[in-house]
């Protein structure tokens, strides 16, 4: 079967002969290949591609894809303490079913009137992550936190006509990748110095970068490594004195309990939603947003697709439409400075089921539990001989980092040994911070027991010994 | 026989979640803190300082589990999914059908619980169909590895146009070479990203065949030639006969040539990108490669370049040591990252295990179909009153092409815009009308991808000229549709106005329902 080319596939309903040759016959041609005529000759590919031999049986592929992903280990076999911009969250059973309902997976691009329900989804998501952000506007997602954040510092460069953003120096490394090449030359990217001892910015440092130049100031609550920034207030009176906006990056899992970043003065906020509802997929569950408040000069300039309600005939009947389409990407073109795409929506949809079954009670219970979970780690981990909390004293939520240079071992010799006893260490950061030597960034969620963290107390203390 | 025409969208006339439940409802409970960790650590919600203390709980809805799931699965009812439709509508989009095994891959624990991070000893399974799949599209294309890091089409080109940038600065002449040629008929994307990544970008106009003339870009190259990022077949379906002469000419002036295939689906096994000369493309996994739409993604736009590039690809690389998976962040070239960890894996396992049901054959049937499917599409809906096929002489289409109602709103006043919501009350999805600027007037565009039956197509070609007769019988049946969706017709300048405009429930109520 698999060497004629005239077979029947089961996706490929007019593969079946009789059916071509009726519309071979409206297109008055002999044969299909003949409609590509249009392309030269020599352009033509004139032999068959060199594939490995495909699974017919539904079965048999099965197996085949199957086997070949069961040899990953999964976070499910193993206790895994990973975080680092992917975190391993519990997934309602709710969100899958959401997620994987046909609808929703194999809609695309449709309108408010064939496409109604995908548009008020995504609308609540965004009503609903303006509730816990306390802000009036939200983006349908960008690609990820990383190019929420690029994009919100290029929206601050436009805003302010300026080209400098200052960036807090514990911002992980990916992620500041991601920022020096989106900005490249548009933008120039400073770094902000922090206090060792507490992780803060250093305010005097803070002071002496922000000039007239400053388009952004960006910091993170809580930080990549983990810890809290508790000097919004003051960085942002900084920051608004020289006419420079506030851009705050946010695990938006923290806020049933910690501050939205408006209260402390920020101008943008961006994050991540995969803690809600989706499952890490190897980092494929990301789903960025970008928040502001409701003013024009913000709304110019978003990147994203911004859902509206629209008006109907009579004021009880509302559908959906694009606000302000023509600033984006498919309308400028050559003169648009972002551009927007296929992101991760339907990442969207599931977030907005999560924070529809967990309610103001649960946001508050889920970040209760993990700040209270991830306290206990570090107090039992601190207590290992070789193993240093090093901001011990500064308030952390959900990740922490775990300095072994006392221990005189390398983090990835220390995973290693972790992964033979069932557990994922904590992310290594000795080449991302190496000012830090061989620490490793510990992740701590409500999923974790008080099992989990004292196997790995005991874990560490033989892997150290 | 029933022929699904006489159809009633579902209505639920549904609230909004923000409007249901009541007060102390609630959908799920996590697990509780365990007492001894209490007794450890004490209350750690004291430790928050006073400036970071969240002081009102989030006015979430309190609603019930069973509500909550009546509600979206009703939402999900009131949303025109491809499996529920022949989505030909959205052309450009290459809707087709998603095998449902593949999403029992995407539903394993081995792919959904498993973190970018772990140790690569652990991840070989995914590795593996990574790499695979690599090879397997190199061998599509002609190109010489492949990066799956960008999130969608459009970060792909983006990331194609970084690799452009980094290209020209390594050899010296970043500053010089500033500007990339594109078409107008080329995604609006092959303008913007690039512009994006700080390029002065030339847009060369259709001329009578529907394609810009050597001519055109013979004056638009110039030492300050960057690249040139393209779409063949254009958005109107045409494939530019002189493709391999644009190539050449702008490699003759220094610049690098990137193919646009974010649509491959009318070529594959055909012909291919390389092969045409061109440095570097994409493959939109979502489309050609079956990964479903997703409302709009998670999808994934794999980037393709030829050798002498591989070093500027995002960072880290896969790579096989013949017994074993790495993840190399060595890449000192490399422009880095354009989204955090490899992107959408989950994509990726769709798109390989579907090239695995298909293979070599399988995958030229999928693209002669496509291209039959839309010939005979075309041929059909060019023959109904109102429709114009613009560009007549320009040969047949590949696999989508663009058509105009510009006679029927000239004879009726029936717009495009008109006819697209009313064919929603014949069950079919929305269709695109065109990508900006509009030059064909009043446009649609069809794509009948290899899933759709002769059937599906002829339905859908009733469905169009029974709404061509109702615009010239009834054309105010036609202008105030669509009468059989979950909504009316709704008023979008109120999505314009900032006093209007409400892209959250909180603003919706302050705009609207204060007073």
Redo the contacts between chains.
Sequence with gaps: MSKNPNFVHPYIPNSASAVEQDMLQEVSESAAENLYKVIPQQLKLNRRLDLPEPFFSEYELKKHVQSILDQNKSCEEYVSFLGAGCWQHYVPAVCDEVNNRAEFLTAYWGDTYSDFGKWQAMFEYQSMMGELLDMEVVSTPTYDWSSAVSSALMMSARITGRSEALVVSTTGAERLMHMRNFCHDNMEIKLLQCHPNTGLIDLEDLQTKVSSNTAAVYFENPGFLGFMESQGSQIAEIAHAVGSLIVVGVDPSSLGIMAPPITYGADIVCGDAQPFGNHMNYGGGVCGFIATRDEERFVAEYPTILISIAAGKTEKEWGFGQCTHDRTSYVRRDLSPDFIGTSQWLCAITAAVYLSLMGPAGMVELGEGIMQRCAYAMKKISGIEGAVIPLMATPHFKEFVVDFNASGKMVAEINKKLLNKGIFGGKDLSKDFPELGQSALYCVTEIHTKDDIDNLVKALEEVLA | MRKNMDIH?ARWD?P???QL?TPG??????????D???Q??GD??D???A?????T???????S?PR??R??????????????TP?I??GT?T?K???K?N?????????????????E??????L??VY?LRN?LC??SGMEDFSFQP?????A??TNA?II?AYHAANGQGQQRNEII?TTYSH??D???P????YK?I?LLPEENGYPSVKALKSALSERTAGLMITNPEDTG??N?H??EFVDLVHEAGGLCAYDQANANG?L????AR??GFDMCHF?L?KTFSS????????CGAVGVKEELIRFLPLPAIIFDGEKYHID?DCPDS?????????????V?RS??W????????????A??A???N??LT??IAGIKGVVLPYPDS??R?EQTRFSWGELQEETGVNTEDVR?RI?DYG???Y?TS???IIIPEPFTLEPS?????E?LDLYVDIFSKVSQEAYEDPKLVKTA?HR????????S???D?E?????????Q?K?QEG
């Design positions: 969208a549904e909004f979640i923000m439940g409802e609630r959908g799920m409970f996590l697990p509780a803190v365990e001894a960790i209490y450890e650590t750690v919600l430790t928050i300082p400036s970071l203390k969240r002081e709980r989030p006015v979430l809805p309190e609603v589990q909550v799931v509600h979206f699965l009703r939402l999900s009812q009131m949303t025109m999914g491809l499996d529920l989505d509508s959205q989009c809707m059908y998603s095998p095994i999403e029992s891959f995407c539903k394993s624990p081995k792919m959904t619980s498993i973190h970018p991070y772990q140790d000893d652990t991840v070989q399974g995914i593996k169909l695979n397997i061998e599509i999130g969608g089409g459009s970060q080109i983006y970084c940038r594109t609006p994307v303008a913007a990203a512009h994006t990544a700080g970008i847009q045409i494939f006969p493709i391999q070529i096994g055909i012909a291919r092969d045409a939109n979502h479903p739409h997703g409302c709009i993604g998670p999808g962040y422009i880095g990252k354009v989204r955090s960890f490899l992107g959408n894996i989950q994509v396992v390989y295990a090239i695995m049901s298909l293979g070599a054959d399988g995958l030229k049937r999928v002669e179909i291209v039959l499917n010939n005979y041929n059909r040969g047949n590949l919501r929603v079919l999805q929305s695109h990508h900006y600027p290899e899933t759709f039956s002769k599906d669509p969706s979950s909504t009316e017709q709704v008023d979008v109120v999505c314009d900032p209007t405009w409400a892209m959250t429930w909180r603003a919706f302050r609207h």
